[in-house]
């Protein structure tokens, strides 16, 4: 695998500190950096300055929502290219189907075993080279 001239930029948006603190260091084992802030409205607030290759957000949070975030996302030209990896406990096939009805470009049910986070990560990113 070849590396990229410069580190993928990654925000990580979730709710629960227990969750974000998993997910954040299973990336940061894997050498990525990523951006780290805890609600969908945050998350929209970092957007114009990182410019992220990928968002990996929460569904279920107080506020905006992780659909929200990634319809909003989806919906600006600056952002539209932005890949949009969901997670969820939520995990009928309404509740992925309406996650990728919102853009997202995948959609993974909690728990989630860190090897596949990485997993899905890489193969979003490689999607973007």
């Given amino acids: 695998m070849t590396r990229p001239e410069r580190p993928a930029r990654l925000l990580l948006v979730e709710d629960d500190d227990d969750i974000r ?22 998350a929209l607030d970092q957007v114009d300055e990182l410019v992220p290759d990928l ?7 107080p506020g905006l929502s992780g659909l929200d975030v990634c319809r909003t996302l989806k919906g600006q030209p600056r952002t539209a290219g932005t890949a949009v990896l969901l997670v969820s406990a939520l995990s009928s096939q309404q509740d992925r189907e309406a996650g990728l009805q919102a853009g997202a470009d995948d959609y993974l049910t909690k728990p989630i075993r860190p090897s596949l ?13």
């Fill in 117 to 129: 986070l990485l997993e899905r990560v890489q193969s979003l990113l490689g999607a973007l080279a």
């Fill in 55 to 61: 968002v990996i957000s929460d569904v279920s949070m």
């Fill in 21 to 42: 603190a998993l997910f954040s260091a299973t990336l940061h084992r894997a050498g990525y950096r990523p951006r780290v802030v805890s609600s969908g409205q945050q």
